[in-house]
């Protein structure tokens, strides 16, 4: 791959209503799943650089599906991890000994991990087509899928990264970084960075407080919803919290956790971690011959909203997700009815009800999500909502939501597996991140 990787064109992606069926519906299978280990931080050693946990979560796809490394003929990879850039401090001896260096790019595999690199230190040798994205793995799904349904590759592993170095998140100039460390805020920061990264300090709780002001609800009605992410997340191997921190959230412990930008608390906020997760994406002929059962892609739709000010009001949020849900569902050729297992994302957990609300699952019209999370959503019970757990269960990667729906479909998901009718649920929905700026999917574990 002498060639930079070029960025995905919009072309890719189902923006439009009116669309109708997807014309790849069912062509396209997920076959290998594959999550390296989590930690908090970086420690700096080669061994847990955001490269070498690439590697283990990319050829645990790989191992996952049954194939080698020859038989990947696509790439598509999110170089750009949540966290910091590591200038200006020199690249360590170690790491540039171990890995195979991208001419121009020095801290590819430290603190980002191209195509590029993935190809030239996992040995890629058949690569026909690969793509970067600039978003999270539900955007490299919807480029996966459409890559495979129209014939540019076969099987293609989509990459997803994320770096977590010590010190204060975006702390240095990068990857929507930099202000946080100063101690003045010009231009339109002046309105956000005081209270908060842009997203949590402004955004979501301004909105949520329109939702509570609209249908006479308050911020301690999310309780049971949180709680059951974490309770879902202790559920997880794969998880943050598993791994590390064993510990049930209570309700007590919601209601006292501190505000960050009022109405969004502690709580409600991810944790950034470091890991790395990859698909493996493949036909779906193709798929029938691998180790694992295939889940089918019957739709992808993206959502794309420009907000009138420098923040989206409850209606244009309300409007925009409804509008992917419609995408959605007619592209898929599924009912809200018909759908058994659904994960929304939850970087932040206050925008949540917003896409449960538009999806319409379970009959949850809009106003009456905080009513819904007062019922029976665990995984056991009759409205397993977000079986997953969540960002907010697992630690933030943006792809619990998906991996969680594929283990449900397999009927791997252990002590978080649904059940439907005593059988294992056949349909999901999964995507994020957030209203406005989401890409989703509709799976099956059949392909028609």
Request: glycine share 10%; proline share 6%.
């Amino acid at each position: 791959m002498a060639n930079p990787t070029p960025d995905a064109p919009d072309s890719m992606f189902r923006y439009k209503e009116g669309l109708g069926v997807w014309e790849h519906r069912g062509k396209v299978a997920l076959a290998g799943i594959g999550h390296a280990p989590t930690a908090r931080r970086w420690d700096e050693k080669v061994e847990s650089s955001i490269g070498a946990l690439t590697i283990i979560a990319a050829q645990k796809a790989l191992d996952d599906a049954g194939i080698s490394r020859d038989d990947v003929d696509g790439l598509v990879v999110l170089p750009t991890g949540t966290g910091d850039l590591w200038a200006p401090r020199p690249i360590p001896e170690d790491f540039a000994k171990a890995y195979i260096p991208t001419p121009g790019r020095p801290e590819d595999g430290l603190t980002e991990t191209s195509a590029e690199w993935v190809v030239n230190n996992m040995g890629f040798k058949n690569i026909k087509a690969a793509f970067h994205t600039q978003r999270c793995m539900s955007n490299s799904i919807c480029i996966t899928g459409q890559m495979i349904g129209d014939g540019l590759a076969n099987t293609v592993l989509a990459v997803r990264i994320l770096n977590n170095l010590a010190g204060r998140y975006h702390h240095v100039s990068g990857y929507q970084g930099g202000q946080n460390a100063e101690t003045t805020a010009a231009g339109s920061a002046q309105w956000t960075n005081p209270y908060g990264w842009g997203a949590a300090g402004v955004q979501d709780a301004y909105t949520f407080g329109q939702y509570c002001r609209k249908y006479g609800s308050n911020h301690d009605r999310m309780a049971p919803y949180v709680v059951n992410q974490h309770r879902n997340g202790l559920m997880f191997p794969e998880g943050y919290y598993y791994q590390h921190r064993p510990d049930v959230l209570t309700v007590e412990d919601y209601l006292a956790g501190r505000w960050i930008s009022k109405p969004l608390s502690i709580y409600d906020c991810d944790l950034p971690i470091q890991t790395a997760i990859c698909y493996l994406f493949t036909t779906a002929e193709r798929a029938k011959n691998m180790k694992q059962p295939p889940v089918y892609m019957l739709n992808h739709a993206s959502d794309s909203l420009r907000p009138r000010s420098s923040a989206h009001t409850l209606d244009e949020v309300e409007a925009t997700t409804d509008s992917l849900a419609r995408k959605l569902y007619s592209g898929s050729g599924l009912t809200p009815s018909e759908v058994d297992v659904y994960n929304p994302y939850d970087g932040f957990t206050l925008f949540t009800q917003y896409y449960l609300e538009a999806m319409n699952w379970h009959g949850v019209k809009r106003g009456e999500a905080h009513d819904f999370y007062a019922g029976d959503i665990r995984v056991e019970g009759p409205h397993p909502f977000s079986s997953s757990g969540g960002n907010s269960g697992n630690g933030r990667t943006r792809c619990w939501m998906h991996t969680d729906s594929f283990q449900q479909l397999r009927g791997q998901a252990g002590q978080r597996q649904v059940k439907i009718k005593d059988g294992r649920p056949e349909t999901a929905i999964s995507g994020g991140p957030t209203p406005g700026g989401g890409d989703w999917m509709v799976w099956s574990n059949k392909p028609d």
